[in-house]
């Protein structure tokens, strides 16, 4: 079954810190993987999206790792600020179907106080 | 920020109506997909379109239809509304892309919907 697990469900940090959330996966045949930002109320926002090929991708203070190898990806937050406060979700799609087919993981969320 | 957008954004109505949830978009794109999200749950799909009179059922897509008569506008339609249906309804757009590489969702804000 096509699943995809994120780690941990929340997590606070001190404005400044660092962090790392994970995203564990089973889809297969795998296409990419995406990290979206969903703040409170509003819809989510794409972060980055990496194909196979790729093993890390930046998007200003949002660094993504993919190791295709073992199915894992990490989504690492540099200097954290209170704007990082949200949910963060990872996406995977498949290679099933012309279009692919979107998994999604239910979210780790955020919360950084200052 | 994307320019898609959904309304109403708060919906509060009462059991055995029928309500249609807008959402248009004005980025040209073809894909246009609808999702529901309940707290601390992942999406579901509801429906998708791949273009102008397009339309697929998705994961969650039996109490409910869609229309797509042009490509910025993709309207959803609950017949008749339970309080079940109570959730939070995401609109998405996306170009067609290279199912390789993959193209980004782009979201509306959404609608809350409580059914009473």
């Known amino acids: 079954k096509n699943q995809v697990e994120q780690s941990p469900q929340s997590l606070i940090i001190l404005e400044g810190k660092n962090c790392t959330l994970q995203c564990n996966y089973t889809v297969s045949p795998f296409s990419n993987l995406r990290w979206y930002k969903q703040d409170t109320g509003r819809g989510p926002v794409s972060l980055t999206i990496?194909?196979?090929?790729?093993n890390t991708k930046s998007n200003g203070r949002y660094t993504a790792t993919l190791d295709a190898d073992t199915k894992q990806s990490s989504l690492h937050i540099t200097a954290s600020q209170l704007s990082d406060s949200a949910s963060y979700i990872c996406v995977v799609s498949d290679r099933g179907s012309t279009l692919g087919r979107l998994y999604f993981g239910r979210g780790t969320q955020l919360t950084v106080w200052p | 920020e994307a320019d898609i957008y959904q309304t109403p954004r708060y919906l509060v109505i009462g059991t055995g109506k029928k309500i249609t949830l807008e959402c248009s978009q004005t980025?040209?794109?073809?894909?246009m997909y609808w999702y529901q999200q309940d707290p601390g749950m992942e999406l579901h799909l509801i429906h998708y379109?791949?273009?102008?009179?397009?339309?697929e059922k998705g994961d969650l897509s039996s109490e409910s239809t869609v229309s797509r008569i042009r490509t910025e506008h993709f309207p959803l339609t609950l017949e008749s509304a339970r309080p079940s249906h109570t959730s939070q309804y995401l609109c998405?757009?996306?170009?067609?892309?290279?199912?390789?590489?993959?193209?980004?969702?782009?979201f509306g804000n959404g609608t809350r919907l409580t059914v009473t």
């Open positions: 990496m194909t196979f090929s790729e």
């Open positions: 980025m040209g794109h073809d894909k």
């Open positions: 379109s791949y273009g102008v009179n397009s339309t």
């Open positions: 998405a757009s996306s170009e067609f892309e290279n199912p390789e590489s993959g193209s980004p969702l782009h």
